[in-house]
Nanobody, 123 residues
């Protein structure tokens, strides 16, 4: 059974940085047929795809709103996914979810979700 456990959320001021971690069990990071991502849901907003990594080849995708500020990465030895966030803005506030799935035609088709970790950015 796949389990995804996020950590690293917190409260920071505008311009600050955070690193989110997602520890995975029951899931093979180095499998070329897998992909993982970070999603977020802000207050009153729909959940959105923030960043995705295709774990076999390392190809990444970022939402336009976070390009140049966020970096998604994986540590195969630790079976852990990371999201480095810098130059944080109040609009980055939300519940951040780790997710895992299989590559689909247009995006990563998510099969498993974590419980989420809260990120709050104050102005």
């Amino acid at each position: 059974q796949v389990q995804l456990v996020e950590s690293g959320g917190g409260s920071v001021q505008t311009g600050g940085s955070l690193r989110l971690s997602c520890a995975a069990s029951g899931y093979t990071f180095s499998n070329r047929d897998n992909c993982m991502g970070w999603f977020r849901q802000g207050p009153g907003k729909e959940r959105e795809d923030v960043a995705t990594i295709y774990t076999g080849g390392g190809r990444t995708y970022y939402a336009d709103s976070v390009k140049g500020r966020f970096t998604i990465s994986q540590d195969n030895a630790k079976n852990t996914l990371y999201l480095e966030m810098s130059s944080l803005k109040p609009e980055d506030t939300g519940l951040y979810y780790c997710a895992a799935g299989k590559p689909g035609v247009w995006a990563c088709d998510i099969e498993h979700w974590g419980q989420g970790t809260q990120v709050t950015v104050s102005s």
